[in-house]
C-alpha cells in the first residue's frame, strides 16, 4: 500500500497567519490526492479533490498544490474557524490512505 | 439532501461480532460506490473498505482483511459492514461515505464501535 507521509503533525499558529502543511507519498500518485478538515466529535469535510481543486463551499484562502509526490495545503489567512485537525488522502491506488494527521492549534 | 446514517455500534467483546449498517438517502444509491472509514479514539482516520456499486467488488484494507465483509442491499438503500473475531484495536468511530463527485465528499455522523471484555 501507498504511505502518506504527512507534516508537521501539530502546528501552532495565530489568526492571520499563513500555513503550509505538507504531504508526500511513497510512490507517484499523480494528482490523486485530497485534504479534509475534522474538527473534533465531527465527520471529516473535504476540502480540496485532485491536489488543488477547491470543494465547493470552502473558502478561497484554502489551496492545495503538488503532484506525484509532493503536495501542499496552504491556508493564506487563518481564521478563528480553522482550527482544526488535517489529513491528507491519496486516492490513486486501490487501497486508500490517509496521511497521520496534523493538528492545528491557536498559539 | 445527501444523509449518510451509520447505526449497530456498540460495546462487543474480543472474538466477537458485530455487523454495522449505514442508510442513505437523497441521492440515487445503487449509482454509487460505498466506503467505510474507521478513526480510533484519538487517532487518525483509517481507510477500511469499500464496495461498487452492483455490490460485486469489494476491497479491503490489509488490517481488517479477512474478519470484515462489506455488502450492500440496493433495494433499500443500505450499505453493512460485517465485523467478525474482533479485537481491541478495532475500537473506533466507524463512518460510511461516498463519492457522489469526487474524492470521499459525502459521510455520515459515524457510530463507535468498541472491543473490550
Known amino acids: 500500500a501507498i504511505q502518506m507521509t504527512q507534516s508537521p503533525p501539530s502546528l501552532s499558529a495565530s489568526v492571520g497567519d499563513r500555513v503550509t502543511i505538507t504531504c508526500r507519498a511513497s510512490?507517484?500518485?499523480?494528482?490523486?490526492l485530497n485534504w479534509y478538515q475534522q474538527k473534533p466529535g465531527k465527520a471529516p469535510q473535504l476540502l480540496i479533490y485532485?491536489?488543488?481543486s477547491l470543494q465547493s463551499g470552502v473558502p478561497s484562502r484554502f489551496s492545495g498544490s503538488g503532484f506525484g509526490t509532493d503536495f501542499t495545503l496552504t491556508i493564506s489567512s487563518l481564521q478563528p474557524e480553522d482550527f482544526a485537525t488535517y489529513y491528507c488522502l491519496q486516492d490513486y491506488d486501490y487501497l486508500y490512505t490517509f496521511g497521520q494527521g496534523t493538528k492545528l492549534e491557536i498559539k | 439532501e445527501v444523509q449518510l446514517v451509520e447505526s449497530g455500534g456498540g460495546l462487543v467483546q474480543p472474538g466477537g461480532s458485530l455487523r454495522l449498517s449505514c442508510a442513505a438517502s437523497?441521492?440515487?444509491?445503487?449509482?454509487?460506490?460505498m466506503h467505510w472509514v474507521r478513526q480510533a479514539p484519538g487517532k487518525g482516520l483509517e481507510w477500511v473498505s469499500r464496495?461498487?456499486?452492483?455490490?460485486?467488488?469489494?476491497t479491503y484494507a490489509d488490517s481488517v482483511k479477512g474478519r470484515f465483509t462489506t455488502s450492500r442491499d440496493n433495494a433499500n438503500n443500505t450499505v453493512f459492514l460485517q465485523m467478525n473475531n474482533l479485537r481491541p484495536e478495532d475500537t473506533a468511530v466507524y463512518y460510511c461515505?461516498?463519492?457522489?463527485?469526487?474524492?470521499?465528499?459525502?459521510w455520515g455522523q459515524g457510530t463507535l464501535v468498541t472491543v473490550s471484555s
Open positions: 437523497g441521492f440515487t444509491f445503487r449509482n454509487y460506490w
Open positions: 510512490q507517484g500518485i499523480t494528482n490523486e
Open positions: 461515505a461516498t463519492v457522489m463527485v469526487t474524492s470521499l465528499d459525502h
Open positions: 485532485e491536489a488543488s
Open positions: 464496495i461498487n456499486s452492483d455490490g460485486r467488488d469489494t
